[in-house]
């Protein structure tokens, strides 16, 4: 089926809206990336070992035996997942993008939210992407810039568009559209890129008087856990207070989180039953625990909220 250019689909009008939250790695794309660590052997002497991001997933709180290089820290332990110093250097983040997706192009079996992210992308619902990388927002989006280009297909890419001017011409009341570069620009820029070690969000936690006392009384291990927490709330807040502006209140809406860090899940879980289900009634909440990749599509779990529109 050939769709013509521009395109419109007002059937987004009768659609419910569902948002999503993903976590990168191993999750969106199995990424080459290595965590740069120490290991204490059996003679107990501590040697350098690479591990990948799900391995790192399992050890990460085995401080007996693992613990980031003594000369330099957990800078230098992730120092391959944040953006170079200087400008002319590699950004690894984008480069092992480009070469994770060309090993799915290969025939190499996606991630389990590979698919899911690219319908979302399809349809053109707005989503967060929330990683324990240390990435700007630019960069992040850059990536997921190169997903829409390698990962869908023209035809995908041109229903994309015809989504996107829906959503427009519905809840923007749109009647003249700009080009496919000017309406992908505001599409992305609806969503939300936390890259949680990032300075500039370290900053934004660090200036929320509820996550800085927090943040103050956490351990290293759970620091990262304790960010996405940060990230998610701002993101549900963000979903929220855009179809309040855009009178989209009056339908279904549905917010799933996908993660394939066990440790992430059930904090995220845990932190949904106790503090956004005071918040939340009408929203549903979906969890998908990705960590077990003999399933396609991870282990979901529906959380349901409480939301008190009046007081929000």
Not at 133 to 156: C, M, N, Q, S, W
Not at 187 to 197: E, F, G, I
Request: glycine share 6%; aromatic share 12%; proline share 4%.
């Amino acid at each position: 089926m050939k769709i013509p250019v521009p395109y419109v689909n007002d059937d987004v009008r009768t659609r419910d809206f569902k948002y999503y939250i993903f976590d990168w790695d191993d999750n969106i794309l199995h990424m080459p990336t290595k965590i740069l660590m120490e290991h204490k052997g059996a003679d107990g002497e501590w040697r350098p070992v690479e591990l990948s991001t799900s391995s790192f997933a399992l050890v990460r709180t085995d401080v007996e035996h693992y613990r980031p290089p003594a000369s330099g820290g957990w800078k230098a332990a992730f120092r391959n997942f944040a953006d170079p110093e200087k400008e002319d250097e590699p950004n690894f983040f984008l480069e092992d993008t480009m070469s994770a997706l060309a090993r799915v192009a290969a025939g190499e079996r996606p991630s389990p939210s590979y698919s899911t992210f690219k319908k979302t992308l399809v349809e053109g619902r707005i989503f967060a992407i929330v990683t324990a990388r240390g990435h700007a927002p630019g960069t992040i989006e850059k990536a997921v810039r190169l997903f829409i280009d390698y990962a869908l297909t023209g035809l995908e890419r041109a229903t994309m568009m015809s989504n996107l001017r829906g959503y427009r011409s519905w809840l923007d009341k749109v009647e003249k559209f700009g080009t496919d570069a000017e309406e992908l620009d505001y599409y992305l820029s609806m969503c939300r890129y936390c890259a949680v070690t990032y300075d500039g969000f370290r900053k934004l936690m660090d200036n929320d008087p509820i996550y800085r006392e927090k943040l103050a009384a956490a351990t290293t291990a759970s620091r990262p856990e304790l960010a996405k927490e940060f990230a998610i709330r701002d993101f549900v807040e963000h979903v929220f207070h855009t179809l309040q502006r855009k009178g989209g209140l009056d339908r279904s809406v549905a917010i799933g989180f996908s993660d394939d860090d066990k440790g992430n899940v059930a904090s995220v879980t845990n932190y949904i039953r106790s503090e956004l289900s005071r918040r939340f009634d009408g929203i549903k909440f979906v969890v998908y625990d990705t960590s077990d990749r003999s399933l396609l599509k991870g282990r979901k779990v529906c959380v349901s909220g409480q939301m008190n529109l009046p007081g929000f």
